[in-house]
């Protein structure tokens, strides 16, 4: 039988044998969740270097337990700042299976050196180094729609809800913890003062939608992790779809009545600041039908 506790230097227990250890660099959240069998962790942080302290605090989380080190990884999505550790990860723990979207893990590395590229063209980052050198390992298993990872007296879920934050988004679920790990379909962080992270490769027309399952999956005291920031309830994702379904409707509206892409930004207002929406709109005008536009656009 596994021993609870909850005094950990770098981890949070959030609920029964789950814990998130939040990081300074990109707020980043990396969880563990417990069984008899041993633990999941879910995400590695964004470098070798950083996913060093990931290994020595699941280390001592594995010791206090008495229960062998990791029996799985998961990987919310292909961002670097979730998946950079997981060479780090195998290093330490050996072959256990590094899992992820089947669109995630065909993105992983051409994601990653993508960033490296962005990182070497920026002398100045004091990241700069450690990402360059950092050896991009990709998910070695993969899923669709929804998997089931058996932890021992414990089963967790593994759910792709659809597009949003990338095209492989993974939320993973503790039903007896009542807990769920959200990945970046849900953003709470400062660092970014709540803004959800619209890339060059979301997919907003789609995130109300995918948020709208993941808001299925929830009961009114669910404690939601999500990939960056503190945790939240079901309350707050209500909140963040809603906005996010308003980027989206906005987006559809301008569209229609036929205001060129380049104009959309300063032709509305929008529920988050116009300099975090870019990508987000013209992603928004390139996923929409012909039909669903007016000409003229540009």
């Known amino acids: ?7 950990m230097t770098d981890y949070t ?4 044998r789950c814990w998130v250890a939040r990081h300074d660099w990109f707020d980043v959240n990396v969880s563990v969740v417990a069984g008899d069998r041993g633990l999941l962790v879910v995400d590695t942080h964004a470098s070798a270097v950083a996913a060093r302290e990931v290994v020595e605090d699941v280390r001592r989380l594995s010791m206090r337990a008495g229960l062998p080190p990791v029996a799985a990884i998961v990987n919310t999505h292909e ?5 950079f550790g997981n060479g780090t990860l195998l290093a330490a723990f050996g072959e256990v299976p590094v ?16 960033i490296k590229q962005a990182y070497d063209d ?23 729609s929804a998997r089931a990872l058996d932890l021992g007296d414990r089963l967790v879920e593994l759910v792709h809800p659809g597009r949003g934050h990338t095209a492989g988004d993974v939320v993973v679920r503790v039903s007896d913890a009542d807990v769920l790990l ?9 660092a970014r003062n709540g803004v959800p992270g619209f890339g060059d490769d979301c997919w907003p027309m789609d995130w109300p939608l995918s948020l709208d399952l993941v808001i299925g999956l929830l009961a009114p005291g669910t404690v939601v992790v999500p990939g960056h920031g503190a945790p939240v309830g079901l309350g707050f994702v209500r909140e963040q779809r809603a906005a996010i379904g308003v980027v989206a409707e906005t987006i559809r509206d301008l569209a ?14 929008w529920p988050y600041p116009r300099e975090e929406l870019a990508a ?19």
Do not use: N, W
């Open 1 to 7: 039988m596994l021993l609870a506790f909850s005094i």
């Open 13 to 16: 227990e959030v609920a029964d």
């Open 79 to 83: 961002h670097f700042d979730h998946t």
């Open 99 to 114: 899992i992820a979207h089947e669109i995630a893990a065909e993105r992983m590395v051409p994601a990653g050196e993508r």
């Open 122 to 144: 920026d002398p100045d980052d004091p990241h700069r180094d450690e990402v360059l050198a950092t050896e991009v390992v990709a998910a070695t298993q993969t899923f669709s």
């Open 182 to 190: 959200a990945g970046d379909l849900v953003e709470e962080s400062a």
């Open 256 to 269: 229609g009545r036929g205001v060129p892409v380049d104009q959309a930004l300063a032709a509305a207002d």
């Open 280 to 298: 987000a709109i013209r992603r928004g005008y390139e996923q929409l039908p012909r039909s669903s536009k007016r000409l003229p656009l540009l």
